[in-house]
């Protein structure tokens, strides 16, 4: 039987990973040659949830050219796999807008709830039965769903959280006799928030995706803290390696976006061609392409759709 690769997007994140570990779980299960992988480093936040539950880190992938592919909590060919056009898509399954054509009908499953776990968490709970309940591979797999809808919704406050994340995150806690998930996920944004051995360049790329928004190039970093203090400091830095990477990848605008979880909101930092354009997506005058934006807190609810009409 010919090997599917399960992989989530480019700057792995604790949801892309986890959900790729646990789909693996669930069609080797069901007798698929199936292994899970990562494209690129893994940040600390999805290190500790890994080392927190035993599971070994995913070997990288680089390229995909004629292999059979299932893609995971992306469906951009930019955030997905070197080659992944010459690649064979089996299947994908996402929580984003979709931006995704293909020469031949494949299976597409994308809904708009908070985390790709929480729809790889309805078909693994589907799988279950009593006697798996008490089957320690189980419980880990509960474990890093648990994990992946806790980092991407932030512990809920995100506004993509829906009901259905709650729910799915409730049952998968209890397999994983995790009492006090909230305590557990922010355990995991204090890992994110830790940025004193990383590089301002790094911290702004680590989770980046480039949209198009009319025709014009426009990257988008962002990171989740607990604590900004850390992140503030680095004020003339960051916009530093913001007009770099602008010049480099040839961007119209180039963004970072630091949100606080407890303040419910982000900073924005740009370097753009045009701060009108920015002004005007989110009604707020910048100081100097810095402006805190009150209830921000997803890139892709809250900040993409804003920036898309205004371009
Ligand atoms: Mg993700
Ligand atoms: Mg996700
Ligand atoms: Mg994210």
Known sequence: M?????????????????????YTWVLKRNGLNVEAYRLGKLNKETKFVLEKFGVEEPELL??????????????EFKQSANNIEKA???????????????????????????????????????????????????????????????????????????GIDINIADILSQIADIEDFENFGEEMLKKKSDISDIKTRDMILGDSKEFEF??????IGQLEVLDDSQALERENE???ELKKIKQEKGLHSCVFVLTNVLKEGSYMFVVTDDISLFEKAFDKKSENGKAFLEGIMSRKKDIVPKLEKAF
Do not use: Q
């Not at 690769?5 to 949801?15: L, M, Q, R, S, V």
């Open 62 to 75: 680089e390229d995909v050219e004629g292999k059979t592919c299932i893609l995971l909590d992306h469906n």
């Open 2 to 22: 010919e090997k599917i690769y399960i992989f989530g997007h480019k700057n792995a994140d604790t949801d892309s990973v986890c959900s790729a570990i646990a």
């Open 214 to 219: 009319n025709g014009k190039k426009v990257l």
């Open 88 to 162: 064979e898509i089996l299947e994908i399954i996402d929580h984003h807008k979709m931006n995704f054509s293909w020469h031949k009908p494949i299976a597409i499953l994308v809904r708009p709830v908070g985390s790709t776990c929480t729809i790889i968490g309805e078909i693994f709970l589907s799988e279950l039965t009593d006697e798996d309940l008490k089957d320690e591979e189980v419980k880990k797999i509960a474990g890093l769903l648990l994990a992946g809808i806790l980092s991407d919704t932030l512990v809920f406050k995100s506004s993509t959280t829906t």
């Open 238 to 240: 960051i916009f530093e």
